[in-house]
């Protein structure tokens, strides 16, 4: 057997030890990396480093795609495509230290409040990004869309319901709070998830009513809402974004 013949039979063997050892990307990448390691004269150690560190990169890969496709976050929306300069109004730094996570890791809240198309929701999708990045499970619902789940589950014992992603993620994203006033089981509900989460779980609530108008849109019951925002506000991040609308700009870009 020729030596070409045998270095790519001992390649293959390499290649099917890495595949039975569950190291498919390397196994795939193997004949690359080979290459690399001759042209770069790469010793034993940096070649193993780069065959592991190339697989751990592919995991790392599968594992965001994965996650970001489960945790229901809408595509496009990241810190870096967020316009600061139309929206001076948002306390970059502030946000850019929730980007570092450390406040899921510590069971915190956040509360984006605001009017209508100021950024609330891009900031809360990018944060939710962020979180998945990090190794943090994350899960996206607009109030309206975890109301109806909710209900589904109304009768479910407690026990059973710590299996629900919405109870159990590390980052729960609630979008559109307030535009509707909640009846009284669903205030009911809600005030439920929040206690449950509560030092367990952080939540990240997205609204347009200032902290003082939250009774009206819980049934009306100033008892609930104040305690549902004594949990929700301990240890709490609070923005309140002032600002024009995107929205608003891109229309009067398009009527000119």
């Not at 390397?26 to 690399?36: T, V, Y």
């Not at 710590?162 to 709070?177: C, G, M, P, Q, T």
């Not at 989460?197 to 100033?222: M, Q």
Request: net charge positive; charged share 30%.
């Amino acid at each position: 057997m020729s030596t070409q013949a045998k270095g790519r039979v001992d390649v293959d063997d390499t290649r099917d030890v890495l595949g039975r050892l569950g190291l498919l990307h390397a196994a795939e990448r193997l004949a690359d990396l080979l290459n690399d390691a001759a042209k770069e004269e790469m010793p034993p150690h940096r070649f193993l480093d780069r065959v592991l560190g190339t697989e751990l990169s592919s995991r790392e890969e599968r594992r965001i795609r994965t996650s970001l496709r489960l945790s229901g976050l809408p595509t496009g929306y990241t810190l870096q495509n967020f316009d600061w300069d139309f929206q001076p109004g948002v306390e970059r730094s502030r946000i850019e230290t929730l980007a570092t996570c450390s406040w899921v890791r510590e069971h915190e809240s956040a509360l984006l409040q605001g009017p209508p198309g100021v950024g609330k929701t891009h900031l809360a999708i990018s944060l939710g990004v962020r979180a998945v990045e990090n190794g943090f499970s994350v899960a996206y619902f607009r109030l309206e869309d975890l109301l109806h789940a909710m209900k589904k589950d109304a009768n479910v014992p407690p026990v059973r319901l710590r299996a629900k992603k919405y109870f159990n993620v590390s980052l729960l994203i609630i979008d559109e709070v307030g535009f509707q006033v909640l009846d009284r089981q669903e205030a009911s509900l809600f005030f439920r998830l929040i206690s449950h989460r509560y030092e367990r779980g952080s939540t990240l609530i997205t609204t347009n009513k200032a902290v003082r108008d939250w009774p009206e849109i819980l049934a009306g019951d100033e008892v609930m809402a104040t305690a549902l925002l004594d949990r929700l506000l301990h240890r709490c991040h609070v923005f309140n974004i002032r600002g024009s609308s995107y929205r608003l700009r891109e229309l009067q870009g398009q009527l000119k």
